[in-house]
């Protein structure tokens, strides 16, 4: 077993104060948490180095997975990223005077539009997410490449219970 962490001294004090719980839970929840917040630092340095806000990825990384021409209508970029219309109409306008999205009539839908990526929202996105898979994989190099695959379906089994 590897050096204990803060989460050992956590469930030893629970243990001592409380031997009557099965703290199993806790022993997996709280070190979800706490790399959530190493994850988070990460994300957050990757997306500076590259001058957007996490938000701003959110939207970006929604359109560039599309494919070409890179373009989503408002209706499936909230979809895409769970956010209020408002707030979204409020990011592609932000997005838009930035240059990194621009709107266009959508030709299925004459009182629609669509949002597209432009080229420098391209390699703005483009280069974030190259970043964070960088600093992704440096927090996950301790871990042969077999533990990944078993962790990463482990956590996809807890989380099929909550998709959509």
């Known amino acids: 077993m590897a050096g204990r962490d803060e989460v050992d001294a956590l469930l030893d004090a629970w243990a001592r104060e409380r031997d009557d719980l099965d703290l199993a839970p806790v022993a997996i929840f709280s070190r979800i948490s706490r790399l959530g917040h190493h994850v988070e630092r990460a994300r957050r340095q990757a997306f500076t180095a590259h001058q957007i806000e ?9 359109l560039r997975r ?19 219309s408002g707030t979204m109409t409020n990011r592609v306008d932000r997005l838009t005077a930035r240059g990194l999205v621009e709107r266009h009539p959508d030709p299925s839908d004459r009182r629609g539009v669509l949002v597209r990526l432009t080229p420098e929202g391209k390699e703005t ?17 301790d871990l042969p490449a077999a ?18």
Do not use: I
Not at 71 to 80: D, V
């Open 125 to 141: 996105v483009d280069g974030a997410f190259t970043a964070l898979l960088e600093a992704e994989r440096e927090m996950l190099a």
């Open 66 to 84: 599309t494919g070409a021409p890179y373009e989503l209508s408002p209706g499936r970029l909230l979809r895409e990223t769970l956010v209020t």
């Open 54 to 62: 996490p938000w701003e990825f959110d939207v970006l990384a929604a």
């Open 147 to 164: 533990d990944q695959k078993a962790l990463a379906g482990l956590l996809r089994r807890l989380l099929v219970p909550f998709a959509d």
